[in-house]
């Protein structure tokens, strides 16, 4: 989309049904002449025009490149091996995407994001905005009860997530890592600001429903925003804080940090220079940032929504542990001094792009490749 295609075809397994980010349910009750799952599912606006998303498989893929100059088994070697892929135009192909694009809605689910504003203090930047977000949402419960397989192992039938061995027991996936760090960050914020110095820019927070779904939180809020998105400066996402990556002590006083150089180059400046003035600077780590990374963080948290309507972003994580969407995802493994000492990473950034006499530049530079994982805190 960024570079104005007019569709896009992705090799590999179809998607879910949908538009962006959205997911199809299954499992529910189907009506007279309705099939058991809706074709799409969206909380955005369909009066919106996208390009169209389709998936070939292998066979279509060795045809479509057959006249080409490089050939598909070619790319596909490229791009297992992580190298760059060679850019050619496919002389003489055409392709046509017939869409219907009549719907009717089968089924509607209510939820709610919950926003909250600190006001600036200067009469005229007060109307502009840094947004903060974190999602309040995780996978669920499993409502099926304990069975043993012929193995001899312990099964539960529902069970959203991942049960981890020895803990079958809970039925519960509580999420106090993904996500209930960042509300619980975010909120400790919003209090810090509310009751401190004022920043001239206002302040945005939300706490996006959904998340876990598809993003359907902070998609229906960049299409229905509360405050006018031309105003927002940046967005600052808040999403797993509370533990090490793996669960490793030299992990202790790292963040990894996505996006913060893909759109303003100047905000992820400002993230570096924030770190600095801390007492105890933390290790920013942009392995996750590179577009190869193989778990595409970039596009699956709520910061992309905002970046797609051109708002610069940092994503903060933890990056992934054993418990990740496990159902032992749980309090006792927070690591609360750490949360602590990225929230206070969080405010010292956000009190800079509040208090800047101008929005952060968007320069479109980023990202930059190959940096070195966990490089110091003032150092690239």
């Known amino acids: 989309m960024d570079r104005g295609a007019a569709a896009v075809i992705g090799a590999g397994p179809a998607p879910f ?13 189907a009506g007279p002449g309705q099939s058991n799952t809706p074709d799409f599912t969206t909380t955005e606006r369909l009066d919106r025009l996208l390009p169209p998303s ?16 490089v050939k598909y088994v070619e790319l596909k070697r490229l791009a ?21 694009a009549d719907y009717e809605p089968v089924r509607t689910q209510l939820t709610q994001n919950v926003v909250g504003i600190v006001e600036g203090s200067d009469a005229q930047l007060k109307s502009t905005y840094v ?5 309040y949402d995780h996978v669920g419960y499993a409502d099926g009860e304990l069975t043993k397989e012929a193995d001899g192992r312990m099964r539960r039938a529902g069970a959203p997530g991942r049960v981890t061995a020895g803990a079958e027991d ?27 110095p004022r920043p001239k820019r206002s302040l945005l927070f939300v706490w996006h429903t959904g998340e876990e779904r598809g993003r359907w939180g902070s998609l229906y809020f960049v299409d ?74 970039y596009i699956r948290s709520d910061h992309y929504s905002y970046a797609a309507k051109g708002i610069p972003v940092i994503f903060y994580t933890d990056a992934l542990h054993p ?16 949360m602590a000492r990225i929230g206070d990473l969080i405010y010292a950034t956000a009190s800079r792009i509040a208090n800047l006499d101008h929005a952060p530049v968007r320069d479109r530079l980023g990202p930059r490749q190959g940096r070195v994982a966990g490089a110091s805190p003032t150092t690239r």
Request: no cysteine.
């Open 54 to 69: 389709a998936s070939g498989n292998d066979a279509f893929f060795e045809f479509l490149f057959s006249r080409a100059p």
């Open 170 to 196: 809970d039925r519960i996936w509580n999420g106090a890592d993904d996500d209930g760090s960042g509300t619980v960050t975010l909120m400790a914020m919003a209090h810090a600001f509310a009751t401190g």
């Open 17 to 29: 049904a949908g538009r962006r980010g959205g997911a199809s349910p299954a499992g529910q009750a």
């Open 131 to 135: 947004a903060f977000g974190a999602h």
């Open 80 to 100: 297992d091996a992580k190298q760059p892929l060679p850019a050619f135009r496919l002389e003489g192909v055409a392709l046509t995407f017939d869409i219907n």
């Open 224 to 297: 229905h925003p509360t405050v006018d998105l031309d105003r927002v400066v940046a967005q600052l996402n808040i999403d797993m804080v509370g533990r090490n990556r793996d669960d490793k002590a030299s992990e202790g006083n790292s963040i990894y940090l996505v996006g913060s150089d893909r759109i303003s180059t100047e905000l992820d400046e400002i993230a570096q220079a924030a770190n600095r003035s801390l007492s105890a600077p933390m290790k920013l780590d942009y392995e996750l940032n590179d577009p190869s990374d193989p778990e595409s963080v």
């Open 323 to 338: 418990d990740y969407h496990a159902n032992t995802d749980e309090v006792s493994k927070i690591e609360f001094d750490k």
